[in-house]
Structures are given as structure tokens and as C-alpha cells.
T-cell receptor, first 115, second 111 residues
Framework: GNSVTQMEGPVTLSEEAFLTINCTYTATGYPSLFWYVQYPGEGLQLLLKATKADDKGSNKGFEATYRKETTSFHLEKGSVQVSDSAVYFC??????????????FGKGTKLSVIP | DTAVSQTPKYLVTQMGNDKSIKCEQN?????MYWYKQDSKKFLKIMFSYNNKELIINETVPNRFSPKSPDKAHLNLHINSLELGDSAVYFCASRGLGHEQFFGPGTRLTVL
């Protein structure tokens, strides 16, 4: 079946530090890949996406590149801010069997940025 | 305008009660979902409706029943609530681009 593995947190960084959150996946066919962010007490928001190999998704200074050869979609940001503190979810959308498509999430990585 | 809305935001109830959570989307999407997020933030899909037809039911107890009166609404009814049902429940809808838009969540606490 489809699965997403992302690095376990929590991750604590100082403001302006470089961020990497690793994500690898296993999927049937050619999935679309996503990063979602969940701020405290809120729902999930789409952060960025990529739909085919070598695509780079970017938003709010975050970037991730769809790497088919390594089945990875690592999230990066050059300089984090306190306001980036949240839980980050890697996800894929792919065929899941029985004629249906499904979004499969990783377990989430909690990021805390300290001033 | 809120794209995906849920009510209530918080729900506190006793074991054995029956409760409902409502979800509405104004995005014109055909597919809607219910997810359960546990205390460790793990998200698990519960149901999916495509234009009022159930297309996924991920081994959820039959105490949980989704109801979709029209494609803009997907409500979740829960019978005989148990302690283990305490979680945050998220509604979402999906457009043609595969990305899903999530509601703000309903925090259910069963005492």
C-alpha cells in the first residue's frame, strides 16, 4: 500500500536557522506530493505541492522538489521564523485500490522556532 | 468567505451519547472527506463522499455514519460515544488538482 515516512520530531531551531524535514514515500503509480502545515489549534493548510518528477513546489520561503529516483520530497527553508512554529505533514495522493484515490499522510513533524 | 466550515468547534459529551458534527464547503467540489486526528497528531481517513456517494470506508466502527444531503455538505453522526472517540475530527474537500482543503476541526472530548 501507499505510505509516507517523515522524520520524527520535535525539531527545535533558532530563528534564522536552516530547516530540512525529510520525507520519503512508497506509492502505486505516479503520486502527487504535498506538504501541509498545521498551526496550533487550527486545521491543515496546504503549504506547497508538486505533481510530477523534478517539479519544485514553493511557498512562503519553503521549497520541496519531487525526486522520483529517491522517492523523496524533502521540505527546506533557508531562514526560519518564530511564526513558522507548527506541525508539518508530508502527504501523497495516489491510487489506493478498489477504484479509489486517497491522500496518505506522514505522522507529522513538530517544529519549534525559538528567538 | 470560509471555504470549508465545521460546527461545532468544541464538543464535550458523556459516554453513550449520540452526537453530530456538520461540515459545509462552498468551493463547488465533488469530493468530501472526514479524518480523525489522534492525540499524537496522526491523521487517519474515515470516509469519503463523491457527489453524495460513499467511496471509502476505512474500517471505521459502524457507530460512525456519514450523511451527505447534497454535495456541499457532509455530516458525521456518532452513536454510543466511547472514550476512545476523543480526538479532533477534520472535514476536507477536494478539487480537480488533488489537493484537499481542510476545515478548522472539531475537538471531541468524551467523558
Amino acid at each position: 500500500g501507499n505510505s509516507v515516512t517523515q522524520m520524527e520530531g520535535p525539531v527545535t531551531l533558532s530563528e534564522e536557522a536552516f530547516l530540512t524535514i525529510n520525507c520519503t514515500y512508497t506509492a502505486t503509480g505516479y503520486p502527487s506530493l504535498f506538504w501541509y502545515v498545521q498551526y496550533p489549534g487550527e486545521g491543515l493548510q496546504l503549504l506547497l505541492k508538486a505533481t510530477k518528477a523534478d517539479d519544485k513546489g514553493s511557498n512562503k520561503g519553503f521549497e520541496a522538489t519531487y525526486r522520483k529516483e529517491t522517492t523523496s520530497f524533502h521540505l527546506e527553508k533557508g531562514s526560519v521564523q518564530v511564526s513558522d512554529s507548527a506541525v508539518y505533514f508530508c502527504a501523497l495522493f495516489a491510487y489506493s485500490g478498489a477504484g479509489s484515490y486517497q491522500l496518505t499522510f506522514g505522522k507529522g513533524t513538530k517544529l519549534s522556532v525559538i528567538p | 468567505d470560509t471555504a470549508v466550515s465545521q460546527t461545532p468547534k468544541y464538543l464535550v459529551t458523556q459516554m453513550g451519547n449520540d452526537k453530530s458534527i456538520k461540515c459545509e464547503q462552498n468551493l463547488g467540489h465533488d469530493t468530501m472527506y472526514w479524518y480523525k486526528q489522534d492525540s499524537k497528531k496522526f491523521l487517519k481517513i474515515m470516509f469519503s463522499y463523491n457527489n453524495k456517494e460513499l467511496i471509502i470506508n476505512e474500517t471505521v466502527p459502524n457507530r460512525f455514519s456519514p450523511k451527505s444531503p447534497d454535495k456541499a455538505h457532509l455530516n458525521l453522526h456518532i452513536n454510543s460515544l466511547e472514550l476512545g472517540d476523543s480526538a479532533v475530527y477534520f472535514c476536507a474537500s477536494r478539487g480537480l488538482g488533488h489537493e484537499q482543503f481542510f476545515g478548522p476541526g472539531t475537538r471531541l472530548t468524551v467523558l
